[in-house]
């Protein structure tokens, strides 16, 4: 069960994550972003002494970069040799116990004590050592856990990259190309994260296991059968992962009643798009579309849906995958009070609900990608490997119900 | 930074700070040198009354950290007053709260304070 502190620390991290990506490329000069970058992290973990070291290559040696809580007069630099770089596990958090018994330890780095150090984080970017963070005790507990050490990890990885694509480490290791390769990585980093976080979600509610994570794979099919860009694309599955976070503060009693649902509670589950809303617009998240898609995820296009009741073409592209994509998973998993739909089923049921609940068009490009699936001409399924195990599952049946449908659908 | 500032007041040698607005960047370390300007000339009671404070980010609850630790360096009294909840969780999630002492009004603080000394 999730408790209300792991709630906190999740929304805490997963804003954090996203203030730091904005700090790392933001205009300010290097030394501000970094420095910046160090708050963060010491924010989210509550480490009032700490330092950002860089990897001097030239010299073999960890120079300080920036610091907070001390004095830089304490500090000496580090030397680091190739051998001791190899121990290293990359962008992993050591314990001061621990880094003292690897080789590289020595009365010279005892300068990470002078500096309080409780836990050292060699930085890579990609194999290449590029510096270290050093955090002093924190305020709260003092080790970390296994999820704070996942989080740690990526926020490490974000700064490493940083680091290796500014001109002073290109300065002091005689490199001159930036690696644009890298950035891209970190958005896979960063969206992987997003990804641990929407499980936590799903946690919540024991008959939506996977949910988000389906809702986010059912989306990006559709819009990149939409034709849609990388970056919209990136937005849309964002917005399947997070759309259901306002449920985390929505009872769970009721979200896993077995019976039917009074109509206070109704109205308590009908809050959750907008909690949703409330909670990721306070987030820096670089998706402009992001809230407004998760905002609406249950308008129908009748008017009947909510919180807004929009209508029609009120409803963005966006908003009608994300409604097609959520209702569709709702059907085809099992619910405290109903068994899940086979895939036919809920292909009928769709159907049934065009112009009402589901935009014609969009609905239509769902069929298509899913034909598609059947058919081999995608690169990977996304929607057909929740169903290809079912028992009785034939795809040559449900072929031959989407060319019916959509005869229909063009008649 | 142009969104945030501080507003300060000594009452019986308790100074008391309200900062004003955003919380979430580097123009917030203003605050942490406020209050070590005011521990160096020897007082010792420092009051942060959040009621002004819109939002608080990881850079800010840093800032945050770094005040508590120089109160505890120069083994003063920090209290905080005026909270929401949503600060008044995160900072007990990050174990701050734990170094302070917290009030629902400021009044109450500077009671306790006054009472302390
Ligand atoms: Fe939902």
Redesign the pocket.
């Known amino acids: 069960m999730v408790e209300k502190k792991d709630i906190t620390r999740l929304l805490f991290s997963i804003s954090s994550l996203a203030d730091l990506g904005q700090e790392v490329t933001s205009a300010k000069s290097f030394n501000d972003r970094m420095k910046t970058a160090l708050y963060v992290v010491t924010g989210m973990f509550s480490v009032p002494k700490a330092a950002l070291l860089v990897y001097n290559s030239n010299q073999q040696r960890l120079e300080l970069l920036t610091h907070k809580g001390f004095k830089d007069t304490a500090w000496t630099n580090i030397h680091v040799k190739a051998k001791h770089i190899k121990s290293f596990s990359k962008n992993e958090p050591y314990s001061l116990s621990k880094i003292k018994t690897n080789s590289f330890y020595n009365p010279d780095t005892a300068a990470l004590e002078k500096f309080h150090t409780k836990t050292f984080i060699p930085l890579f970017a990609k194999d290449e050592f590029v510096g270290a963070i050093c955090l002093g005790k924190r305020l709260s507990r003092p080790s970390y856990l296994q999820s704070e050490k996942n989080v740690l990890k990526v926020v490490a990885n974000h700064i490493a990259i940083t680091l290796h694509n500014s001109s002073l480490f290109r300065r002091l290791t005689n490199k001159v190309n930036e690696n644009k390769k890298l950035y891209e990585d970190m958005r896979h980093i960063y969206h992987d994260t997003i990804q641990a976080f929407a499980a936590a979600i799903d946690a919540k509610d024991r008959y939506t296991r996977n949910h988000s994570y389906r809702v986010a794979k059912y989306a990006v099919a559709i819009a990149r059968e939409l034709g849609w860009k990388e970056k919209d694309i990136e937005t849309i599955d964002v917005a399947g992962l997070l759309?259901?976070i306002g449920k985390i503060i929505i009872d769970s009693g009721v979200i896993n009643k077995g019976t039917k649902l009074s109509l206070s509670e109704m109205s308590e589950i009908k809050r959750?798009?907008q909690v949703s809303y409330d909670i990721l617009s306070k987030i820096r998240f670089p998706w402009r579309d992001l809230v407004h898609f998760v905002r609406h995820?249950?308008e129908r296009m009748d008017g009947m849906g909510y919180p807004d009741a929009l209508q029609g073409e009120e409803l963005s592209d966006g908003v009608k995958i994300l409604a097609i994509a959520?209702a569709f998973d709702a059907m085809t998993t099992d619910r405290p009070y109903r068994r899940k739909l086979s895939l036919a089923e809920a292909l009928h049921e769709v159907k049934n609900c065009l112009g009402t609940q589901f935009d014609s068009r969009i609905s239509n490009v769902f069929f298509r990608v899913l034909q598609k699936e059947i058919n081999g001409e995608t690169k990977k399924a996304q929607i057909l490997p929740h169903f290809a195990l079912d028992k009785g599952f034939d795809p040559t049946v449900i072929t031959t119900l989407l060319e019916t449908i959509t005869a229909e659908l063009s008649a | 930074m142009n969104n945030f500032s501080i507003l300060s007041k000594t009452i019986n040698g308790t100074v008391i700070f309200m900062p004003k607005g955003y919380v979430n960047d580097l123009g917030a370390e203003n605050l942490e040198h406020a209050c070590e300007e005011f521990l160096s000339k020897g007082l010792k009671n420092v009051v942060i009354n959040f009621s002004e404070i819109q939002y608080i980010n990881s850079i800010g609850a840093s800032i945050f950290t770094g005040i508590v630790q120089k109160i505890a360096e120069h083994d003063s009294m920090l209290c905080f007053t005026n909270m929401k909840k949503v600060h008044s969780d995160v900072f007990e999630m990050l174990g701050i709260t734990r170094h302070v002492k917290v009030f629902k009004e400021e009044k109450d603080a500077v009671n306790f304070l006054n009472e302390s000394d």
Do not use: R
Request: aromatic fraction near 0%; charged fraction near 30%.
């Open positions: 759309h259901d959750h798009p995820h249950h959520d």
